[in-house]
C-alpha cells in the first residue's frame, strides 16, 4: 500500500486514520468517514480505487471542482475521468466507451446524473468496485449547505446493493452524521471520526474598527501569497477590491451579481496564481479547491459556527501555516437578522437565529477559540494553551497601520529555514509550466514540496523521487526541469551539499547528514558554537543550524551548557515571553541589538526544547488521563445526545449542585459547566 501511496501520490507516510480507513473499504465494508479539511479524505478511496479492479464513482457536489480533481489525478498518473454538462455529448460518449473499455479507473460526476435513468442503466452494465460520496452531509436537511440532487443517492444500495459505500464529510454534528446513516442505508457502517483540530490555521478574532487598514496590514503580511476576503454583502465586496487596488494590491471581486463568465474568469486567475486576493460573498469557494491559500479575512462575522468552519476550512490544506481572521462587531448582527427573520418555517428560523446567537458568543468569549469550535463539534481539546488563537497567544490588537511593521504574530517563516530565493525561482518554474499546461500551479507541485527542494537540494532523480509530493509519474514529467533550476542554484551559489539519505531511514533521521553527526558529537562534547564552527570550516549560523534540526529530529542533547549566564538566559526569555517566540527580529532590535542573533536563537531552541518536552509528556500520558477520568465519569468525552441536554437543563433548574448534576450524569463537572454555558443556562 505505502508502495502505492509513494508511486502515485509521492507520499511515504499515510497520516492519522487513512490506512484504516482503506483497510475497511478493501473488505468491502461501507464507512462513514469525518474528517476535517485538508485531512487527507480523497486518498481513502484513491487508494482502493487503484487496488480493486473495476471502477470507482466517486460523487462530488460541485461541476467546478471536478476538473481540477481528475487533472490532479491525472497528473499522478492515474486513470481518471469525469462526467457533467460541461462536457459535449461526444465527449461523454467517447469517455462511456473507455470506462466500458476498462480504461478508466476513477469517474466524477454530480449527484444530478442519478436523476437521469439512462446515466443508471449505463451504470448498472459496468464492474463497480467502489463508490465514495464526497461532501455527504449534503445529503441531510439538517446540514447548512442541504442539496436536493443529494437525496437522489438513496437509491444507491438499491442499484448496486454489492458494492460498499464510502461516505465523506469535513463538518457533521451528531444530527447530520445520524441522517446521512440513515439516507444512505448503509450497512453495518464503521464511523471514523478523526480530530477535526486544524493546528496549522491561526483563529484571530478582531474588533470590527479601523477595519480596512487592519486589512491591508494583513495582506501586506502575506504578500505574493492567496488570500480570501469573505464579505456580506456585494456592495461591500466591490468597495475593498477597489481599495485594496487604490493601495496597489491585485484583488478581484466574486459575487452573484457578476456575469457567470466573469466569475469563472476571477476564480480561475485565483486558483492559476494570477491574481492573489479575491474578495468575495461566502459564495466563493465551495467550488475550489486550491491547498496554498495562506489568508482568510471575515468583513463581516458568519451566521454560523459549522459555515464559519467550513469557510476557514479553505486555508492551508496543504497544512502550513495559515491565518484566519474574524473581524466582530455586534452591530452586524442586524444584518443577519434581517435575511433569517425571512425564513417561513418557524422551526428552521429559531433553529438559524440559535445558531447565529452561538456564533455571536464564539466571538465575544475570551476563552481558546479552538476549544470553543471543537467542543461546537463535540470534541474536548485537553491542552490548555493551543497556541494558536488570538487569546493563547495573547495578541494585542494590530493597529492598522499602514506603515505598522510590528504585526506580531508575524509568520515563523525564517524558523523553516527553506532557501527562499530558490523557492522563488522554483515557483517561477512551476507557474510557467502551469501556464504552458493550462493547469493550476498546485497540480503540478505543492509548495510544501517546493519548500522541501528548497531545503534539501535535491541533486539527481533519486534524490528528487524522495522529495514529498514527487511520485513516478511528476518525476518523469517534471523532475528534469526542477533539477536543473535546483543544480544551477546550487552551482552559482557554491551551496554545499549535504547528502539526503535513503527513504528507508525513519522521517526524522532522514536528512541527518555527517555534518550534523559531527555536530552532535561535539555538542556531547560540549565544545563551543564557535569551536564546532571553526572545527567544521562552517559558519555559526549554519551550527545553530544543525542544532535546530537535531532537536526538532527527536534527538536528545543537552545544550543548556551553551547558554552563556542564566542571567543573560532569562532577560532574553523573558522578552520572548512578551513579544512571542515566532520572530527573531523584534528581540533583536528590543534589546537595542545588545545580544547576537545566535545567542538568540539559542534561547529560543531551549525554551522549545523544554516545551516540546513538556508536551511529549503529556501525550503519553494523555490515555492514562482519559482512562482515570473515564473511570470515575464513564460518560466523558462522548458526544452529548439530545435528551441528555433536556435532563442537564431540567437539573440544573431544580437547583442541583453542579458536582451532582455531574455524577448524576456522570459526566466532569468542568464539563457540565461548560454545557450550560453553551445552553446560556449559567
Ligand atoms: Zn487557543
Same mark, same amino acid.
Given at each position: 500500500m505505502e508502495q502505492l501511496l509513494k508511486k502515485y501520490f509521492g507520499f511515504e507516510e499515510f497520516r492519522p486514520m487513512q490506512l484504516e480507513i482503506i483497510k475497511n473499504v478493501l473488505q468491502k465494508k461501507d464507512s462513514l468517514v469525518l474528517m476535517p479539511t485538508g485531512g487527507g479524505k480523497s486518498l481513502c478511496y484513491q487508494i482502493p480505487a487503484l487496488k480493486f479492479e473495476g471502477l470507482t464513482i466517486v460523487i462530488s457536489p460541485l461541476i467546478s471542482l471536478m476538473k481540477d480533481q481528475v487533472d490532479n489525478l491525472k497528473a499522478n498518473g492515474i486513470n481518471a475521468e469525469y462526467i457533467n454538462s460541461t462536457l459535449s455529448f461526444g465527449e461523454i460518449e467517447n469517455i462511456k466507451k473507455r470506462i466500458q473499455e476498462k480504461e478508466v479507473k476513477i469517474l466524477y460526476i454530480a449527484p &444530478? #446524473?442519478?436523476? !437521469?435513468e439512462e446515466f443508471k442503466i449505463f451504470l448498472t452494465t459496468l464492474q463497480i468496485s467502489l463508490i465514495a460520496i464526497d461532501e455527504? @452531509?449534503?445529503?441531510? &436537511?439538517?446540514? @447548512? *449547505? %442541504?442539496? =436536493? *440532487? +443529494? #437525496?437522489? !443517492? =438513496?437509491?444507491l444500495k438499491i442499484l448496486f446493493p454489492n458494492v460498499p459505500i464510502i461516505a465523506l464529510t469535513a463538518t457533521a454534528t451528531l444530527k447530520v452524521r445520524k441522517d446521512i446513516l440513515k439516507q444512505l442505508s448503509l450497512i453495518n457502517p464503521q464511523i471514523f471520526i478523526s480530530s477535526f483540530n486544524r493546528e496549522n490555521l491561526k483563529l484571530i478574532v478582531m474588533r470590527k474598527k479601523n477595519t480596512f487598514n487592519k486589512i491591508l496590514s494583513l495582506v501586506k503580511k502575506h504578500k505574493n501569497e492567496s488570500a480570501i476576503i469573505y464579505c456580506f454583502s456585494r456592495k461591500d465586496t466591490e468597495k475593498i477590491a477597489q481599495r485594496l487596488k487604490k493601495n496597489g494590491f491585485e484583488a478581484l471581486p466574486y459575487h452573484a451579481g457578476l456575469s457567470n463568465n466573469i466569475r469563472k474568469q476571477n476564480q480561475e486567475l485565483f486558483t492559476k496564481d494570477k491574481v492573489n486576493i479575491i474578495v468575495a460573498t461566502i459564495a466563493f469557494g465551495m467550488g475550489i479547491d486550491k491547498p496554498d491559500v495562506r489568508l482568510i479575512i471575515h468583513h463581516t462575522f458568519s451566521k454560523s459556527i459549522e459555515g464559519y468552519y467550513q469557510e476557514i476550512g479553505r486555508a492551508g490544506r496543504d497544512g502550513i501555516s495559515s491565518d484566519c481572521v474574524l473581524f466582530y462587531s455586534k452591530g452586524d448582527k442586524r444584518k443577519h437578522e434581517f435575511f433569517l427573520? $425571512?425564513? $417561513?418555517?418557524d422551526i428552521i428560523r429559531s433553529s438559524a437565529l440559535d445558531k447565529l446567537n452561538k456564533m455571536m458568543i464564539y466571538c465575544e468569549n475570551t476563552s481558546c477559540r479552538r476549544k470553543d469550535i471543537l467542543g461546537y463539534f463535540g470534541e474536548s481539546f485537553l491542552e490548555n494553551n493551543c497556541n494558536g488563537c488570538d487569546i493563547c497567544l495573547n495578541l494585542p490588537e494590530i493597529k492598522g497601520d499602514v506603515e505598522d511593521k510590528s504585526l506580531i504574530y508575524e509568520e515563523v517563516k525564517e524558523n523553516i529555514n527553506y532557501d527562499s530565493i530558490l523557492f522563488e525561482k522554483l515557483r517561477t518554474l512551476r507557474k510557467q509550466i502551469a501556464d504552458e499546461r493550462n493547469f493550476p500551479p498546485f497540480i503540478i507541485f505543492g509548495d510544501v514540496s517546493l519548500r522541501e527542494m528548497s531545503l +534539501? %537540494?535535491? =541533486?539527481?532523480r533519486d534524490e528528487f523521487l524522495r522529495i514529498n509530493g514527487v511520485g513516478q509519474q511528476k518525476l518523469n514529467d517534471f523532475g528534469e526541469s526542477f533539477l536543473k533550476v535546483i543544480n544551477d542554484y546550487v552551482r552559482e551559489n557554491n551551496i554545499v551539499l549535504e547528502k539526503i539519505l535513503g527513504r528507508s531511514q525513519k522521517k526524522r533521521a532522514r536528512h541527518l547528514s555527517r555534518n550534523y553527526q559531527k555536530t552532535k558529537e561535539m555538542i556531547l562534547k560540549k565544545l563551543s558554537i564557535e569551536e564546532i564552527a571553526k572545527f567544521q570550516e562552517l559558519k555559526e549560523r549554519r551550527i545553530i543550524y544543525h542544532i535546530e534540526k537535531l532537536i526538532e529530529g527527536g534527538e536528545t542533547i543537552d545544550i543548556n551548557y551553551l547558554i552563556p549566564s542564566k542571567e543573560k538566559f532569562d532577560i532574553i526569555k523573558s522578552a520572548f515571553e512578551k513579544i512571542g517566540v515566532e520572530r527573531l527580529a523584534p528581540i533583536y532590535n528590543y534589546f537595542d541589538e545588545k545580544y547576537s542573533y545566535e545567542e538568540i536563537r539559542l534561547v529560543r531552541m531551549i525554551m522549545m526544547s523544554k516545551k516540546d518536552a513538556i508536551k511529549n509528556n503529556m501525550k503519553t500520558n494523555y490515555h492514562e488521563r482519559l482512562e482515570q477520568i473515564k473511570e470515575k465519569y464513564s460518560n466523558a468525552y462522548e458526544p452529548w445526545e439530545e435528551d441528555e441536554d433536556n435532563k442537564l437543563k431540567s437539573l440544573y433548574l431544580e437547583n442541583i449542585s453542579i458536582d451532582e448534576i455531574a455524577q448524576i450524569l456522570k459526566r466532569q463537572p468542568s464539563a457540565i459547566r461548560s454545557r450550560l454555558r453553551k445552553q446560556e443556562l449559567n
Amino acid at each position: 500500500m505505502e508502495q502505492l501511496l509513494k508511486k502515485y501520490f509521492g507520499f511515504e507516510e499515510f497520516r492519522p486514520m487513512q490506512l484504516e480507513i482503506i483497510k475497511n473499504v478493501l473488505q468491502k465494508k461501507d464507512s462513514l468517514v469525518l474528517m476535517p479539511t485538508g485531512g487527507g479524505k480523497s486518498l481513502c478511496y484513491q487508494i482502493p480505487a487503484l487496488k480493486f479492479e473495476g471502477l470507482t464513482i466517486v460523487i462530488s457536489p460541485l461541476i467546478s471542482l471536478m476538473k481540477d480533481q481528475v487533472d490532479n489525478l491525472k497528473a499522478n498518473g492515474i486513470n481518471a475521468e469525469y462526467i457533467n454538462s460541461t462536457l459535449s455529448f461526444g465527449e461523454i460518449e467517447n469517455i462511456k466507451k473507455r470506462i466500458q473499455e476498462k480504461e478508466v479507473k476513477i469517474l466524477y460526476i454530480a449527484p &444530478e #446524473r442519478f436523476a !437521469l435513468e439512462e446515466f443508471k442503466i449505463f451504470l448498472t452494465t459496468l464492474q463497480i468496485s467502489l463508490i465514495a460520496i464526497d461532501e455527504a @452531509h449534503c445529503i441531510s &436537511e439538517w446540514g @447548512h *449547505d %442541504f442539496r =436536493k *440532487d +443529494y #437525496r437522489n !443517492l =438513496k437509491f444507491l444500495k438499491i442499484l448496486f446493493p454489492n458494492v460498499p459505500i464510502i461516505a465523506l464529510t469535513a463538518t457533521a454534528t451528531l444530527k447530520v452524521r445520524k441522517d446521512i446513516l440513515k439516507q444512505l442505508s448503509l450497512i453495518n457502517p464503521q464511523i471514523f471520526i478523526s480530530s477535526f483540530n486544524r493546528e496549522n490555521l491561526k483563529l484571530i478574532v478582531m474588533r470590527k474598527k479601523n477595519t480596512f487598514n487592519k486589512i491591508l496590514s494583513l495582506v501586506k503580511k502575506h504578500k505574493n501569497e492567496s488570500a480570501i476576503i469573505y464579505c456580506f454583502s456585494r456592495k461591500d465586496t466591490e468597495k475593498i477590491a477597489q481599495r485594496l487596488k487604490k493601495n496597489g494590491f491585485e484583488a478581484l471581486p466574486y459575487h452573484a451579481g457578476l456575469s457567470n463568465n466573469i466569475r469563472k474568469q476571477n476564480q480561475e486567475l485565483f486558483t492559476k496564481d494570477k491574481v492573489n486576493i479575491i474578495v468575495a460573498t461566502i459564495a466563493f469557494g465551495m467550488g475550489i479547491d486550491k491547498p496554498d491559500v495562506r489568508l482568510i479575512i471575515h468583513h463581516t462575522f458568519s451566521k454560523s459556527i459549522e459555515g464559519y468552519y467550513q469557510e476557514i476550512g479553505r486555508a492551508g490544506r496543504d497544512g502550513i501555516s495559515s491565518d484566519c481572521v474574524l473581524f466582530y462587531s455586534k452591530g452586524d448582527k442586524r444584518k443577519h437578522e434581517f435575511f433569517l427573520d $425571512q425564513i $417561513q418555517e418557524d422551526i428552521i428560523r429559531s433553529s438559524a437565529l440559535d445558531k447565529l446567537n452561538k456564533m455571536m458568543i464564539y466571538c465575544e468569549n475570551t476563552s481558546c477559540r479552538r476549544k470553543d469550535i471543537l467542543g461546537y463539534f463535540g470534541e474536548s481539546f485537553l491542552e490548555n494553551n493551543c497556541n494558536g488563537c488570538d487569546i493563547c497567544l495573547n495578541l494585542p490588537e494590530i493597529k492598522g497601520d499602514v506603515e505598522d511593521k510590528s504585526l506580531i504574530y508575524e509568520e515563523v517563516k525564517e524558523n523553516i529555514n527553506y532557501d527562499s530565493i530558490l523557492f522563488e525561482k522554483l515557483r517561477t518554474l512551476r507557474k510557467q509550466i502551469a501556464d504552458e499546461r493550462n493547469f493550476p500551479p498546485f497540480i503540478i507541485f505543492g509548495d510544501v514540496s517546493l519548500r522541501e527542494m528548497s531545503l +534539501y %537540494f535535491p =541533486k539527481n532523480r533519486d534524490e528528487f523521487l524522495r522529495i514529498n509530493g514527487v511520485g513516478q509519474q511528476k518525476l518523469n514529467d517534471f523532475g528534469e526541469s526542477f533539477l536543473k533550476v535546483i543544480n544551477d542554484y546550487v552551482r552559482e551559489n557554491n551551496i554545499v551539499l549535504e547528502k539526503i539519505l535513503g527513504r528507508s531511514q525513519k522521517k526524522r533521521a532522514r536528512h541527518l547528514s555527517r555534518n550534523y553527526q559531527k555536530t552532535k558529537e561535539m555538542i556531547l562534547k560540549k565544545l563551543s558554537i564557535e569551536e564546532i564552527a571553526k572545527f567544521q570550516e562552517l559558519k555559526e549560523r549554519r551550527i545553530i543550524y544543525h542544532i535546530e534540526k537535531l532537536i526538532e529530529g527527536g534527538e536528545t542533547i543537552d545544550i543548556n551548557y551553551l547558554i552563556p549566564s542564566k542571567e543573560k538566559f532569562d532577560i532574553i526569555k523573558s522578552a520572548f515571553e512578551k513579544i512571542g517566540v515566532e520572530r527573531l527580529a523584534p528581540i533583536y532590535n528590543y534589546f537595542d541589538e545588545k545580544y547576537s542573533y545566535e545567542e538568540i536563537r539559542l534561547v529560543r531552541m531551549i525554551m522549545m526544547s523544554k516545551k516540546d518536552a513538556i508536551k511529549n509528556n503529556m501525550k503519553t500520558n494523555y490515555h492514562e488521563r482519559l482512562e482515570q477520568i473515564k473511570e470515575k465519569y464513564s460518560n466523558a468525552y462522548e458526544p452529548w445526545e439530545e435528551d441528555e441536554d433536556n435532563k442537564l437543563k431540567s437539573l440544573y433548574l431544580e437547583n442541583i449542585s453542579i458536582d451532582e448534576i455531574a455524577q448524576i450524569l456522570k459526566r466532569q463537572p468542568s464539563a457540565i459547566r461548560s454545557r450550560l454555558r453553551k445552553q446560556e443556562l449559567n
